[in-house]
Structures are given as structure tokens and as C-alpha cells.
């Protein structure tokens, strides 16, 4: 497995207003593969999501990526694996409002060792004719294919998406999923997505549904869909 978790624990507050979110999750990611993590609001998803974004401290347990234990980083062993491994897309775009759809793809490649080739990559988005638009000129879909073309320039090991598509039509929804499912293919990035639509579990290799902060199933599909056969 590329990405290990054992017995990862969370919760937020303290005294009575202590709130176990993640009550001892333990599974594994293979590299390359597409995990779709399932489960009703409240659940955890974003909390894990989070976890294993390096952007929340686990209370107790364990996370190995690659050869390396997350748990024993320091602040700044922390932000250089966000660095090295992670491209992050949300379902709020959080695109910079005053910069071309150009330079929001480009602000993804800072600092990164090996970015793809930006002209390339802005082709494989379908944002060739939108580079020089800013955010405010793009549809919905646009904009999101922009915040996955920042996550996805400086070619991440994991993409993690957090409800891509929560905010989009289905025609919409089912070309940025395609756009994940091409990308998965072209650069084997192993992703991480998350979402409460059921049907998107089609096109993972492996699903994992969650429920009060615990692992309910965890599922390999040897029928996996592809997007386009996908509907809901
Ligand atoms: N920073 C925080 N402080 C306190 N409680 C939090 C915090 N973040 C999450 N929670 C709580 O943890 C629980 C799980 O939240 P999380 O966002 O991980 O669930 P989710 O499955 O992603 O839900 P949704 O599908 O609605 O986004 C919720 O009860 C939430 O209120």
C-alpha cells in the first residue's frame, strides 16, 4: 500500500463538548488508484480528507505515505510533504479573483521541483481558449477545471478532491469526473475523492464508506465504470 492509516483517531473540543469525529480508522491506498470515500454528512470525510492532506494533527494512531510516518513530522516537515506529494481541490474553487485562469494554473507550480508543462496541461483542462479570462468570466465548470489545474500542475502523488462536483449541474459534474478519471490515466495520480453521490462510486477501484467516524465497508470494485457510463 502506498498510503497506510492505523488506527487513526480524532476528535475536536474537549471536557463535555468532546467530540470523537474519527474512532480508529485503519486502511490503505494503493498508488495510482482512484478511492472514493463515501458516507452521510458528518461522517468524517472531510475531517480524513484533511488528515491525510497534512492539514489537521491526528490525536493517536498512525499515517505511512510511501516510506514516510506523517505522525512524527514537524511543522515543517508537514508543509514540505503538502509541497511535495499533495494537490488539493475543494468543492468552493478558491480561485484568486484578479489573476487569469493562466496565472491561477501557474500559482499551483511554485516551488515545485517537476511541474507539467503548463500550455500541455491547460490543453488536457480544456482552458486553452479561457487562459486569459479571470474567474469572474467562467462558468462554474471552468473555474473547477482551473482549481483542479492548480492542484494538478506541479504533478501531485495524490490529488485530493473534496466534492468537486457539489456545486456543479450533472453535465458538468460528469465532465470534471472524466477530467479526473483522464488525468488518473495520463499521470497516475493516486486520488482521493470524496462525496455524498452514491453513483461516483462506479469509477473508483476502491470505495470507502464511513459512518460516525468509523470504516462501515471498504470495497475493491472489479467492475469499475467508466465515467462516461456513470448516471444518477
Ligand atoms: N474544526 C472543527 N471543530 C469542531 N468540530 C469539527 C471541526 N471540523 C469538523 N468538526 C465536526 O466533525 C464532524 C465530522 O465533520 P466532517 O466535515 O469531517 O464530516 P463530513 O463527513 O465531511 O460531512 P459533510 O459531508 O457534511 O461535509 C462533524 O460533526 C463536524 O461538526
Known amino acids: 500500500m502506498y498510503l497506510e492509516l492505523n488506527q487513526v483517531k480524532k476528535s475536536f473540543g474537549s471536557g463535555e463538548n468532546k467530540t470523537e469525529v474519527l474512532k480508529?480508522?485503519?486502511c490503505g491506498i494503493k498508488k495510482g488508484d482512484i478511492c472514493v470515500l463515501l458516507?452521510?454528512?458528518?461522517?468524517?470525510?472531510?475531517?480524513?480528507?484533511?488528515?491525510?492532506?497534512?492539514?489537521?494533527?491526528?490525536?493517536?494512531?498512525?499515517?505511512?505515505?510511501?516510506?514516510?510516518?506523517?505522525?512524527?513530522?514537524?511543522?515543517?516537515?508537514?508543509a514540505q510533504y503538502r509541497r511535495k506529494h499533495l494537490g488539493y481541490v475543494f468543492q468552493a474553487y478558491n480561485l484568486i479573483p484578479n489573476l487569469?485562469?493562466?496565472?491561477?494554473?501557474?500559482?499551483?507550480?511554485?516551488?515545485?521541483?517537476?511541474?507539467?508543462?503548463?500550455?500541455?496541461?491547460?490543453?488536457?483542462?480544456?482552458?486553452?481558449?479561457?487562459?486569459?479570462?479571470?474567474?469572474?468570466?467562467?462558468?462554474?465548470?471552468q473555474q473547477q477545471r482551473t482549481a483542479i489545474g492548480r492542484a494538478l500542475i506541479k504533478n501531485?502523488?495524490?490529488?485530493?478532491?473534496?466534492e468537486p462536483t457539489g456545486a456543479l449541474d450533472y453535465q458538468t459534474s460528469k465532465e470534471i469526473l472524466q477530467l479526473i478519471e483522464d488525468v488518473n490515466q495520463k499521470f497516475g495520480n493516486t486520488v482521493i475523492l470524496v462525496t455524498h453521490n452514491d453513483a461516483i462510486q462506479g469509477m473508483a477501484d476502491q470505495v470507502i464508506k464511513l459512518r460516525d467516524g468509523q470504516i462501515r465497508k471498504c470495497i475493491y470494485n472489479d467492475k469499475k465504470q467508466a465515467v462516461a457510463e456513470l448516471e444518477w
Open 100 to 141: 487569469t485562469v493562466k496565472e491561477n494554473i501557474e500559482v499551483g507550480a511554485y516551488l515545485s521541483k517537476n511541474p507539467l508543462e503548463l500550455d500541455g496541461l491547460l490543453k488536457t483542462l480544456g482552458l486553452w481558449e479561457h487562459k486569459d479570462k479571470i474567474p469572474n468570466q467562467l462558468s462554474g465548470g
Open 39 to 78: 458516507g452521510p454528512s458528518g461522517s468524517g470525510k472531510s475531517t480524513l480528507l484533511n488528515i491525510i492532506g497534512g492539514i489537521e494533527n491526528i490525536d493517536s494512531g498512525s499515517i505511512r505515505i510511501g516510506d514516510e510516518q506523517m505522525e512524527s513530522m514537524n511543522e515543517k516537515q508537514l
Open 24 to 26: 480508529g480508522i485503519s
Open 156 to 162: 501531485p502523488d495524490i490529488l485530493l478532491c473534496d
